[in-house]
């Protein structure tokens, strides 16, 4: 499948999760567009100006949490594709963001098995 249509946003505070979930997002096609953001405010932003075809979103975040982002993101395209990555110790906060329209959850630390079958379920269909 050809994914060089494709444009994923991550947001994570962290540099360094960011970067864990793009390098296995890269290891199951190199062809994707990347976007960053770093709080929810800039998934928002960002989400406006490109448009993406699938967002990986973490729950805990300054400016913005993650479920602020979701309903932000939704209410701007209620069809948005977001999948929250978080840990265990959110889950009211997780059942916040399914209910405000995420799609999907990946529990942290990720797997790469855990990241590739949504990518599969997401993309593929």
């Given at each position: ?32 567009t ?7 405010q ?13 967002v990986?979103?973490d ?15 939704i209410?701007y ?10 840990s ?19 529990q ?16 593929e269909?």
């Amino acid at each position: 499948m050809d994914f060089k249509d494709t444009t994923i946003l991550i947001c994570d505070d962290s540099i360094l999760a960011r970067k864990q979930l793009k390098d296995v997002i890269e290891a199951y096609s190199p062809d994707f567009t990347f976007i960053e953001a770093a709080n929810g405010q800039e998934a928002i932003d960002k989400y406006k100006e490109a448009n993406p075809n699938l967002v990986f979103l973490d729950i805990v975040m300054p400016v913005k949490d993650g479920n602020a982002a979701v309903k932000g993101i939704i209410e701007y395209d209620d069809k948005a594709d977001i999948i929250i990555v978080s840990s265990v110790g959110t889950q009211s906060q997780l059942k916040s963001a399914i209910e405000a329209g995420a799609k999907d959850f990946i529990q942290k630390p990720i797997s790469e098995e855990q990241v590739l079958k949504v990518l599969s379920s997401h993309l593929e269909g």
